[in-house]
């Protein structure tokens, strides 16, 4: 199969296409056939350096995919072939995303929304779990509450954003103002820019913060936050506060998650959660796809097509 690995850590140049054998799903595992495949910022930084993951032999990278079940594994009872999924698949251990061919557990997958193609439905899993995850599972967000998301226009940001409006919260996002009509779109009530504005001058008595800039945005996040209020760094614990003031703090790593995938589906079909797709590029062209991520200039996702090759822009 056609795989695209790291010959060794460093830029984008270091992605080398190349043929690999083709995986056998073990027990409890399920096959896919990969038809996309979407691109994080985890992905370049571990290229950069191997960080994090416990690598195999061959260093293959991608974590996000949309495809079909090619064959089950002993056991396994969820999928049957011809069925087509999304998932996240062994997060974070090595999952070789970027390939014709991936197996993981069953249950780190889940039915593809019927109402998107796999370029879309490749965009959401690790992204849409992390802003599931940190807004459902650790924060708790109820309806009335307030967010702000770090990043608004990122990967995780977009998500984040629809999925507090869907679970009823005022969402506050920063943006430069370029990506600004994108977000209302989404749901955003209300946008700082933040090339001209500095966020804690502009917004006040948050419940959530969710960081995905790290730096200092974590220590100046807590002068907005009302008391009991919760931040949530998503980059790593590095950027957690070392001092919060009696805030609660924290760093979350996404985790596969069959329920959460579930939910994201559902919030698909309702219409209240759809992936926003930058630059869509053939899997040869991977390491085109981690210049432009790592320029932090894309609205959205990135996603690299495997099945057959095509290239789109702003879609």
């Known amino acids: 199969m056609r795989a695209v690995v790291v010959s060794q850590w460093g830029g984008p140049e270091v992605l080398t296409e190349t043929e690999l054998e083709r995986p056998e799903p073990g027990m409890g595992e399920i096959l896919v056939r990969v038809h996309a495949a979407g691109v994080n910022p985890v992905d370049w930084k571990t290229r950069a350096s191997g960080a994090l993951i416990p690598w195999g032999p061959v260093p293959a990278?991608?974590?996000d995919v949309s495809g079909t079940v090619e064959a089950v594994g002993p056991g396994v009872t969820l999928f049957q072939p011809g069925d087509e999924v999304f998932g996240m698949p062994r997060f974070p251990a090595?999952?070789?995303?970027?390939?014709?061919?991936v197996t993981a557990t069953a249950r780190h997958?889940?039915?593809k929304p019927a109402g998107l193609d796999h370029v879309q439905a490749a965009a959401l899993p690790l992204a849409a779990l992390t802003a599931w995850q940190a807004l459902n599972d650790t924060a708790g967000l109820r309806a009335g509450q307030r967010v702000l998301v770090h990043a608004a226009a990122g990967g995780v940001g977009h998500f984040a954003v629809q999925i507090?409006?869907?679970l009823g919260a005022y969402v506050i996002g920063t943006a430069s103002a370029a990506k600004h009509d994108v977000l209302r779109a989404l749901g955003a009530d209300e946008l700082i820019d933040y090339r001209t504005t500095d966020f804690e001058d502009a917004v006040s008595e948050?419940?959530?913060v969710i960081d995905a800039v790290g730096g200092d945005y974590g220590v100046r996040s807590l002068k907005v936050l009302r008391p009991g209020g919760h931040l949530i760094t998503l980059n790593g614990p590095d950027d957690v506060p070392a001092d919060a003031g009696g805030f609660r703090t924290?760093?979350?790593l996404v985790e596969p998650d069959y329920a959460g995938l579930k939910a994201i589906a559902a919030l698909v079909a309702?219409?209240?959660l759809r992936p926003v797709i930058d630059t869509v590029l053939p899997l040869e062209q991977a390491a085109r796809a981690h210049e432009l991520g790592e320029q932090g200039r894309t609205t959205g996702k990135i996603v690299l097509t495997v099945a057959q090759a095509?290239?789109?822009t702003r879609a």
Do not use: M
């Open 61 to 63: 990278v991608g974590w």
């Open 94 to 101: 090595q999952a070789g995303g970027y390939a014709e061919y």
């Open 109 to 111: 997958f889940a039915r």
């Open 164 to 166: 507090a409006k869907a």
């Open 206 to 208: 948050v419940d959530v």
């Open 250 to 252: 924290g760093w979350t």
């Open 270 to 272: 309702d219409g209240k």
């Open 310 to 312: 095509q290239t789109q």
